[in-house]
């Protein structure tokens, strides 16, 4: 026997030694009243004056014999059945609603049966000092002792209706004591014994969805309502129970945890269902394609239904080649059907994730059957950086360096473009091993050193200005876009050690890459050339001897 079954066992135990007489002293001594027929001789004011045999007449509220709408339904004359209910000032009070009540508790005791259901519902409509007096449906009148309550006295109870049954039946006396107290007894000895049986067992049990909330549902197992948690609905992590379930379904559940402080009873769909990630653990392999449905989709990402209470990830990275992806929207719509590839699953932390792109043809592989190095196409400066700027072109980018955005060095790409401009490029490099592409503006445009090269050509001497002067050489200013080198080696030491920035010099230019914009000079060059004019001028004219040239040469 449970703890439960000795508690409400030694509740009848208590009630049974309890004197009955007590009780019914309890009830209104008014109860033990016959029945009376009498007759109506006057109505005065809210008093019905009534003859019932006695030395005086019985008086009776006025609203006994009116209606709803104050019609009085008797007349002087006619008779009344009433019960007298006490005394007032030696004339008797009487009830005639009381002795309706009381024929239909006679009627009652006559025709109730040990056997039968006596659960039912009563409405509390008066009060003595042992205890409440209720009425059922039917108008029957009973008595509800104060120790049978089986709640705190410390409200209003008049009109309120309970749940009861009938424990005393005293047909001398024409009463019938009820209880409230031994209702809830047998309700909680039967809730810890359905406790005990859901808690001890390994089953999964039936339960029924009394009511859903925004965190998760009550369930009615065996007459306990338990929780089961949004998070414990499905495998796929906390869902909507509402987008599953609704009130009065019926639901597999197994018991995780019980609180008997707090009598809180913790229930679990997803632990009574097959465990879908255990199912998939030695059929699902990375690098596998496998069919699934969008089910939500979020700002870094979506979420893909397997159909098999599972839940994959794709990150927003995972879903196009493009790196410039803004929102998943708009690529993907919730519902639709896609394939992708699986690129991590443990079944042990319930983690998947999958891949789209990597189904999808690369764009790099793509660009390169369409293009090769010379190319000229247009495309979408996507950012600004301090080195450069990446152009878009369908779904993959190039980048043009500082250095190839204009032919002069002090102007950088953040000069001369913004983000989303649209402008042409060629392309000077192509990297497949590291899938890279190089482009450049400067090459759509002439060199200043192609302009120079119109008017200039190998051998030429020229003037310019020292701009800067290096170890390994000088760089020299020929006009406002044209610098020039002069190696080391094609100057004498000691004019090298003797210019500075600012000086003018003069040389011959020794070579030109219009392509790449350089010009080479060369004073050795130019002292060379020089000679060779004098020998020319020499062999061209007979007047000039060769002690005059000597003679030159010392002055």
């Known amino acids: 026997m449970t703890e439960a079954d000795k ?5 009848d135990e208590i009630f049974d030694d309890e004197d009955f007489g007590q009780l019914l002293e309890a009830f209104d001594k008014s109860n033990k009243e016959t029945i009376t027929e009498g007759i109506i001789v006057g109505i005065k004011d809210n008093e019905v004056f009534i003859d019932i045999g006695e030395k005086s007449e019985g008086i009776l509220d006025l609203s006994e014999i ?15 059945k009433v019960a007298i209910i006490g005394s007032r000032n030696g004339k008797s009070l009487i009830s005639h609603s009381k002795a309706l009540r009381k024929e239909k508790v006679i009627w009652f005791i006559e025709n109730y049966k040990e056997d039968q259901e006596d659960i039912f519902e009563v409405k509390i409509i008066g009060k003595n000092k042992g205890g409440l007096i209720a009425i059922n449906k039917d108008n029957v009148e009973f008595f509800l002792p104060k120790s049978q309550y089986g709640f705190k006295e410390n409200g209003n109870v008049l009109n309120k209706t309970f ?13 019938i004591v009820i209880s409230r107290k031994k209702i809830l007894d047998e309700e909680r000895r039967k809730r810890k014994e359905t406790i005990y049986n859901i808690t001890q067992t390994q089953d999964l049990i039936e339960g029924v969805i009394k009511k859903i909330t925004t965190y998760g549902m009550f369930v009615d197992v065996g007459g306990i309502d338990g929780l089961v948690h949004y998070s414990e609905i499905s495998y796929k992590g906390p869902v909507n ?10 639901v597999p559940v197994k018991v995780i945890k019980y609180d008997k402080d707090k009598k809180h009873l913790s229930l679990s769909i997803k632990a009574a269902l097959p465990d879908p990630w255990m199912e998939i653990k030695d059929t699902l392999e990375v690098g596998d394609t496998i069919k699934v449905v ?5 700002s870094y990402g979506a979420f893909v239904d397997l159909g098999n209470d599972i839940e994959g990830f794709l990150h927003i990275s995972e879903i196009s080649w493009d790196k410039n992806i803004k929102t998943p929207k708009d690529y993907l719509s919730k519902g639709q059907e896609i394939d992708v590839e699986v690129i991590e699953i443990n079944p042990e932390e319930r983690r998947l994730r999958v891949s789209l792109r990597n189904l999808l043809a690369k764009p790099f592989d793509n660009f390169i059957k369409m293009h090769k190095s010379g190319d000229i196409i247009e495309g979408e400066v996507t950012s600004i950086t301090s080195f450069g700027a990446f152009v878009k072109f369908e779904s993959i980018e190039g980048l043009l360096h500082n250095e190839d955005a204009s032919w002069n060095r002090n102007i950088k790409c953040k000069d001369l473009f913004k983000s989303g401009d649209k402008i042409k490029v060629k392309i000077i490099k192509i990297d497949t091993e590291n899938q890279k592409i190089s482009l450049s503006t400067k090459e759509l445009i002439q060199s200043p050193v192609q302009n120079y090269a119109k008017k200039h050509q190998i051998g030429d001497i020229v003037k310019g200005i020292v701009r800067d002067v290096k170890e390994f050489g000088v760089f020299v200013e020929l006009s406002e876009e044209v610098d020039a080198l002069i190696h080391k080696e094609d100057i004498s030491i000691s004019d090298f050690e003797r210019l500075k920035i600012g000086d003018e010099i003069e040389a011959s230019i020794a070579f030109i890459d219009e392509k790449k914009n350089r010009i080479r000079l060369s004073v050795k060059n130019l002292l060379k050339i020089k000679e060779r004019e004098t020998l020319n001028e020499i062999n ?10 000597i003679k030159d040469h010392l002055s």
């Not at 009116?66 to 009344?80: H, M, V």
């Open 7 to 11: 508690k409400v066992q030694k509740d």
């Open 66 to 80: 009116q209606d709803e709408n104050s019609n009085l339904l008797f007349k002087i004359g006619d008779k009344i």
């Open 163 to 175: 749940k009861v049954k009938i424990i005393k039946i005293d047909k001398e006396n024409q009463s």
């Open 241 to 250: 129970p509402n987008l599953f379930y609704k009130e009065g379904d019926k």
């Open 294 to 298: 969008v089910s939500n989709i979020e």
């Open 540 to 549: 061209n004219n007979d007047k000039i001897t060769l002690g005059d040239i």
